[in-house]
């Protein structure tokens, strides 16, 4: 269970990632914003390329970023889309390499929440957006 003052967190940062989007190419900026198990927040926007397969979702880079200074554990994650010097006008939910990258750092109990502001917030489990994951567990 996330306190109410962590999702609050959650969603401000996601919000204010998209202000760092690189997204000359859909100009759909995304942000994300996760906790780590020892209290740590990191960001994330989404980074797009000439090249458009190797742009980075926003999520990743949070959980690439939070991976990288040593964390392994996830405990919350919020994501925030919507075109691009505008506030999101919908719900950018996770693709799928996210959510599987999530999968990977969180148990299927992660709270995923998709803001459209910051009083307007669907909240899911990892599990609802990614049933019947393939994990480490299957490599045993
Ligand atoms: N995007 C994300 O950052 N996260 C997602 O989960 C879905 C899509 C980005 C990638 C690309 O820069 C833009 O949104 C349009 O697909």
Redesign the pocket.
């Known amino acids: 269970m996330l306190a109410a003052d962590a999702k609050a967190m959650l969603v401000e940062g996601a919000l204010e990632a998209r202000e760092n989007?690189y997204?000359p190419?859909?100009h759909?900026a995304?942000g994300?914003c996760l906790l780590t198990e020892d209290g740590s927040y990191y960001r994330g926007?989404?980074i797009?390329n000439s090249s458009y397969g190797a742009?980075n979702?926003?999520?990743r880079t949070a959980i690439f970023k939070a991976v990288s200074e040593g964390h392994r554990r996830i405990c919350g994650i919020a994501?925030a889309?919507g075109p691009e010097g505008e506030d999101p006008n919908g719900y950018?939910?996770?693709?799928g390499i996210?959510r599987q990258v999530m999968r990977e750092f969180a148990g299927p109990d992660l709270p995923v929440l998709v803001a459209k502001s910051s009083s307007d917030v669907k909240e899911f489990t990892l599990g609802e957006l990614l049933a019947c994951s393939f994990t480490s567990e299957n490599l045993v």
């Not at 950018?92 to 693709?95: G, I, M, R, S």
């Open positions: 989007a997204a190419y859909s759909f995304v994300a926007c989404n797009e742009t979702c926003a999520e994501i889309g950018a939910y996770p693709c996210c």
